[in-house]
């Protein structure tokens, strides 16, 4: 069946149409990494977003549950050059076609998506259509378009309630933990992004004690610390600061999400009253942005982001480079930045574009990439490991 890709600025392409039967307008973005569709695609931080993967083959290894950042895609779009349709991997549960159909994702594929992105980094990220209607109107679909917003896409991913999760080894189900989590089939079949109460059990309190606000956090966040010895209390993103700090964690850790920092104006309320406390904190993506506003900071979005697994950070302590997973359509303005409060820790060597925060005189540090990355680059995940020395006071 023939699809169509319709932009803002009126150009259409024309490919076949995959995944769910139905129409969608969208923010179109590209992501620019080679492997990881899967994580792709269930990363919150794409709600509001379709994705044009420049990569020219997706789908060739399938779908591995174990292998989800949350237990739904996010994406309201996929677009591909080539779809494989069969999938050659030990591992594999389904093909990524039959994942878009089960979960209403639509897409389209046998287009040019080099052309397509080159027109998103000349002229900026803008939104466009899906549609499989052969008789489409322009005059019609170009006004919607150019009304669309992502609107405040936090509220959507966040997690219903509070959960936690236990150090590495304490999930119940067989063998050690696997990807961002040994995969919760039957929270899956339920659509439910959090663990199942029965997955875990206490530890007596042993290890330290994180408290990570859900702004549309990938599961390697917390998995991340799990695998260290952290036992990580998950808080959905509109939890006040007094209840984080009543709980008297060890630290916090602001996560990733979607959409434009300034439409999350009650939380960085709240995250001011956290940066007034000795916790320390350490922040990832729209996190490090949150914090950066909730101190005084500004934020723009950026011409057509950043989002691949290929992006090299500089740290600004060491000299040393490191190549970073990114996802991220809005940044610090370093311009705005008072160097009383924070100053720059990381920078990105392409474009010179802040990539990390450290906060004078507080235990905290942020960074606009993710250096939990899976299924990779994973060259920066020793700041998780700065995190655990500054929450035991040797950093």
Same mark, same amino acid.
């Given at each position: 069946?023939?699809?169509?890709?319709?932009?803002?600025?009126?150009?259409?392409?024309?490919?076949?149409?995959?995944?769910?039967?139905?129409?969608?307008?969208?923010?179109?973005?590209?992501?620019?990494?080679?492997?990881?569709?899967?994580?792709?695609?269930?990363?919150?931080?794409?709600?509001?977003?379709?994705?044009?993967?420049?990569?020219?083959?997706?789908?060739?290894?399938?779908?591995?549950?174990?292998?989800?950042?949350?237990?739904?895609?996010?994406?309201?779009?996929?677009?591909?050059?080539?779809?494989?349709?069969?999938?050659?991997?030990?591992?594999?549960?389904?093909?990524?076609?039959?994942?878009?159909?089960?979960?209403?994702?639509?897409?389209?594929?046998?287009?040019?998506?080099?052309?397509?992105?080159?027109?998103?980094?000349?002229?900026?990220?803008?939104?466009?259509?899906?549609? =499989?209607?052969?008789?489409?109107?322009?005059?019609?679909?170009?006004?919607?378009?150019?009304?669309?917003?992502?609107?405040?896409?936090?509220?959507?991913?966040?997690?219903?309630?509070?959960?936690?999760?236990?150090?590495?080894? #304490?999930?119940?189900?067989?063998?050690?933990?696997?990807?961002? #989590?040994?995969?919760?089939?039957?929270?899956?079949?339920?659509?439910?992004?959090?663990?199942?109460?029965?997955?875990?059990?206490?530890?007596?309190?042993?290890?330290?004690?994180?408290?990570?606000?859900?702004?549309?956090?990938?599961?390697?966040?917390?998995?991340?610390?799990?695998?260290?010895?952290?036992?990580?209390?998950?808080?959905?993103?509109?939890?006040?600061?007094?209840?984080?700090?009543?709980?008297?964690?060890?630290?916090?850790?602001?996560?990733?999400?979607?959409?434009?920092?300034?439409?999350?104006?009650?939380?960085?309320?709240?995250?001011?009253?956290? &940066?007034?406390?000795?916790?320390?904190?350490?922040?990832?993506?729209?996190?490090?942005?949150?914090?950066?506003?909730?101190?005084?900071?500004?934020?723009?979005?950026?011409?057509?982001?950043?989002?691949?697994?290929?992006?090299?950070?500089?740290?600004?302590?060491?000299?040393?480079?490191?190549?970073?997973?990114?996802?991220?359509?809005?940044?610090?303005?370093?311009?705005?930045?008072?160097?009383?409060?924070?100053?720059? =820790?990381?920078?990105?060597?392409?474009?010179?574009?802040?990539?990390?925060?450290?906060?004078?005189?507080?235990?905290?540090?942020?960074?606009?990439?993710?250096?939990?990355?899976?299924?990779?680059?994973?060259?920066?995940? &020793?700041?998780?490991?700065?995190?655990?020395?500054?929450?035991?006071?040797?950093?």
């Amino acid at each position: 069946m023939k699809a169509f890709l319709v932009l803002e600025d009126g150009t259409v392409f024309e490919g076949t149409h995959i995944g769910a039967d139905r129409e969608v307008i969208s923010e179109i973005v590209f992501n620019t990494s080679m492997a990881g569709y899967l994580e792709v695609l269930t990363d919150p931080s794409y709600a509001g977003q379709a994705v044009c993967m420049t990569y020219p083959l997706i789908g060739n290894y399938g779908i591995c549950m174990d292998d989800m950042e949350s237990l739904k895609p996010w994406p309201d779009g996929f677009i591909v050059r080539e779809l494989s349709r069969i999938p050659s991997n030990f591992r594999n549960d389904c093909t990524i076609q039959e994942f878009l159909e089960q979960n209403g994702v639509p897409g389209i594929a046998g287009i040019d998506t080099r052309a397509l992105t080159r027109i998103l980094r000349e002229k900026g990220t803008m939104n466009g259509m899906i549609t =499989a209607d052969e008789n489409y109107s322009l005059d019609e679909i170009l006004p919607k378009l150019q009304k669309y917003t992502t609107g405040r896409v936090v509220e959507k991913v966040t997690c219903s309630e509070k959960y936690v999760v236990e150090p590495a080894g #304490a999930l119940e189900q067989n063998g050690p933990l696997s990807g961002a #989590a040994r995969f919760d089939r039957e929270g899956y079949e339920r659509g439910v992004r959090e663990p199942r109460p029965s997955l875990v059990r206490e530890l007596n309190g042993t290890g330290l004690q994180v408290a990570l606000l859900d702004l549309g956090a990938k599961r390697n966040i917390a998995h991340s610390l799990a695998q260290r010895g952290c036992r990580v209390t998950v808080y959905p993103a509109l939890t006040s600061a007094e209840e984080i700090i009543r709980e008297a964690p060890d630290g916090i850790m602001l996560s990733n999400g979607p959409g434009d920092p300034k439409e999350c104006a009650s939380i960085i309320e709240e995250i001011k009253r956290l &940066y007034e406390t000795d916790i320390p904190i350490f922040a990832i993506c729209l996190g490090h942005q949150l914090m950066a506003l909730a101190t005084g900071a500004d934020t723009h979005k950026m011409k057509y982001g950043h989002r691949g697994g290929n992006h090299p950070v500089k740290d600004l302590a060491t000299g040393k480079v490191y190549i970073s997973s990114q996802n991220h359509g809005y940044v610090v303005d370093m311009n705005k930045l008072d160097p009383s409060v924070a100053v720059p =820790a990381f920078v990105n060597v392409n474009d010179g574009t802040n990539e990390g925060l450290s906060y004078v005189n507080k235990n905290i540090f942020t960074v606009q990439f993710h250096p939990e990355a899976c299924p990779g680059p994973q060259d920066s995940g &020793y700041l998780f490991d700065r995190f655990i020395d500054m929450m035991k006071g040797e950093n």
